[in-house]
């Protein structure tokens, strides 16, 4: 299997271009990843400074670098601003697998811009990265994030105890998952 992860495809929705996300784009993720709420489920504290959001982007560019996933940045069409981001992490290629993340400005919450956006990488994935299953790991109290995958077709397959440690405590994860042939049928029906 090959994953072709070194030109950047540029992912265009109705309402949205997903595009890489450069150094120029810093302040756009300091705002948004500074903000508690947005980082409540994200694993990580809220950003403080433009060098933590200048480490995030460092880690998009590696994952793509190491051919383990890729982050697009979510912009609306016509202003170029980056509101969010979504993408790949964790893939194995031998296994033809992959984690999906997103995560979205909170002035946008609430518009189906999120949705809008992970369908389209769960498109480019099966059609372009030649996975099989993509899987979507979300803590339990996070139900804006499990409803969503759960109208993509994902489902949910169990709860992994303890799983991560972030803020001094152990956190439980719902382990959800979305097949070629599953995806595949939702969008012929």
Not at 143 to 156: D, H, M, N, P
Request: aromatic share 12%.
């Amino acid at each position: 299997m090959t994953i072709n992860m070194n030109d950047f495809p540029v992912i265009e929705t109705k309402r949205l271009v997903l595009r890489q996300i450069t150094k120029e784009d810093a302040n756009d993720i300091l705002r948004y990843l500074s903000d508690e709420e947005v980082m409540k489920y994200y694993g990580l504290n809220p950003f403080k400074s433009i060098n933590d959001a200048l480490d995030e982007i460092s880690w998009y560019q590696s994952i793509q670098n190491n051919k383990t996933g890729m982050r697009w940045g979510i912009t609306l069409k016509e202003q170029g601003a980056v509101i969010g981001s979504c993408g790949f992490h964790n893939g194995v290629s031998q296994h033809f697998r992959t984690e999906i993340g997103f995560e979205l400005s909170k002035d946008h919450w609430g518009k189906g811009i999120a949705f809008e956006a992970v369908e389209a990488i769960i498109s480019h994935g099966y059609q372009h990265m030649n996975f099989q299953r993509i899987e979507a790991l979300i803590e339990p109290p996070n139900q804006a994030s499990q409803k969503l995958v759960e109208k993509l077709g994902f489902v949910r397959e169990g709860l992994l105890r303890s799983y991560e440690f972030t803020d001094g405590k152990f956190d439980d994860l719902y382990v959800y998952s979305l097949l070629k042939q599953d995806f595949d049928r939702t969008k012929k029906s």
